[in-house]
């Protein structure tokens, strides 16, 4: 299954749209706590995430707190 996972360190406590807790959201869900949240997206049914077994994006760390931005991919090998 072709999920991308995204953790955030946030300035605030709260995310200011979602709160606290497990949310649901268009294409994944959600789970916020204190100054970090996780993303899980790529829920099958609606909008999987574009990628092949052996290529795509899988992880993205985002640091709001030093503005920072990390990502992990894969990249596709020839047989």
């Given at each position: ?34 100054y970090h949240s996780i993303t899980v997206f ?30 992990a991919h894969n990249v596709g090998q020839g047989?």
């Amino acid at each position: 299954m072709s999920k991308t996972v995204k953790l955030t360190a946030r300035v605030n406590a709260k995310s200011p749209k979602y709160g606290y807790g497990f949310h649901s959201i268009s294409n994944g869900w959600r789970v916020d706590v204190p100054y970090h949240s996780i993303t899980v997206f790529g829920k099958s049914s609606v909008k999987p995430t574009i990628r092949s077994k052996r290529s795509g994006l899988r992880w993205i760390v985002e640091n709001n707190r030093s503005r920072l931005v990390r990502v992990a991919h894969n990249v596709g090998q020839g047989n």
